[in-house]
C-alpha cells in the first residue's frame, strides 16, 4: 500500500497557465516535505508544512496542508518553463525515515 | 561547500559482480540514507542510518549492505549485482531524522 498518492503523474501545460498538483494520504502526519527534481539533479526541498490549514508561498507556488494533516497541494500561478521537473512530496513514516511520494511530472512548454 | 557527494556518477556492472557506491557529507549531519529512483516509482527508501554505528532497512533493502564508521560516509554495497538492481542510487543527509533532506547528485547503474 503506498502510504503517499500523488496526482496527477503527469502534466503537460502551457506557459502561462495555472495547475495544482496534490498529495494524499490516508495517514495523519505531522508535517509534510515537497521537493523538486530536474533531470541529472537529485531533490531539492521547496517547503516544509506543519500545521493543519497551513499556507505557505514561495513566489508563483502556493502550498496548503490539509486541516486534517493528511493531504497537501502545491498551485503553480502563471507556470514557467523553469518550473519543468519532478514534484515529490515526503513524509516521515513512523520509527523509519522520509518516505517519498511517486511524484508529478511536469513539463511548461513555452 | 561541497554538501553530499556520491560517486561515481555512472557505473555498468555485469549480473553477479559487486561494488560499493560512495556517498560523503561535509555538514555534520546525523542522518544519512539511501534511496533508489526507478521511473513511475518516485524514491525509495534503502537503508538509513541515524549516527555512526547504527544502521536500519527501509522499504527495499535486499541485496544492499550499509556500514556507518564515521558521520561523513555512508557507503552502500552491492553484494551480487541484479538487473533487478539497474536504477538510479541517491544519497541524503539531514540533521535530524525528520529534517529536510539534502541530495546528493545521484549513481545512475547499470546491471547486464
Known amino acids: 500500500t503506498q502510504l503517499l498518492e500523488q496526482s496527477p503523474q503527469f502534466l503537460s501545460i502551457q506557459e502561462g497557465e495555472n495547475l495544482t498538483v496534490y498529495c494524499n494520504s490516508s495517514s495523519v502526519f505531522s508535517s509534510l516535505q515537497w521537493y523538486r527534481q530536474e533531470p541529472g539533479e537529485g531533490p531539492v526541498l521547496l517547503v516544509t508544512v506543519v500545521t493543519g490549514g497551513e499556507v505557505k508561498k514561495l513566489k508563483r507556488l502556493t502550498f496548503q496542508f490539509g486541516d486534517a494533516r493528511k493531504d497537501s497541494s502545491l498551485h503553480i500561478t502563471a507556470a514557467q518553463p523553469g518550473d519543468t521537473g519532478l514534484y515529490l512530496c515526503?513524509?516521515?513514516?513512523?520509527?523509519?525515515?522520509?518516505?517519498f511520494g511517486k511524484g508529478t511530472t511536469l513539463s511548461v512548454s513555452s | 561547500n561541497a554538501g553530499v557527494t556520491q560517486t561515481p556518477k555512472f557505473q555498468v556492472l555485469k549480473t553477479g559482480q559487486s561494488m560499493t557506491l560512495q556517498c560523503a557529507q561535509d555538514m555534520n549531519h546525523e542522518y544519512m540514507s539511501w534511496y533508489r529512483q526507478d521511473p513511475g516509482m518516485g524514491l525509495r527508501l534503502i537503508h538509513y542510518?541515524?549516527?555512526?554505528?547504527?544502521?536500519d532497512q527501509g522499504e527495499v533493502p535486499n541485496g544492499y549492505n550499509v556500514s556507518r564508521s564515521t558521520t561523513e560516509d555512508f557507503p552502500l554495497r552491492l553484494l551480487s549485482a541484479a538487473p533487478s538492481q539497474t536504477s538510479v542510487y541517491f544519497c541524503?543527509?539531514?540533521?535530524?531524522?525528520?529534517?529536510?533532506?539534502?541530495f546528493g547528485n545521484g549513481t545512475r547503474l547499470t546491471v547486464t
Open positions: 541524503a543527509s539531514s540533521y535530524a531524522r525528520a529534517s529536510p533532506l539534502h
Open positions: 515526503a513524509v516521515l513514516q513512523a520509527g523509519t525515515a522520509l518516505i
Open positions: 542510518s541515524v549516527g555512526a554505528g547504527i544502521t
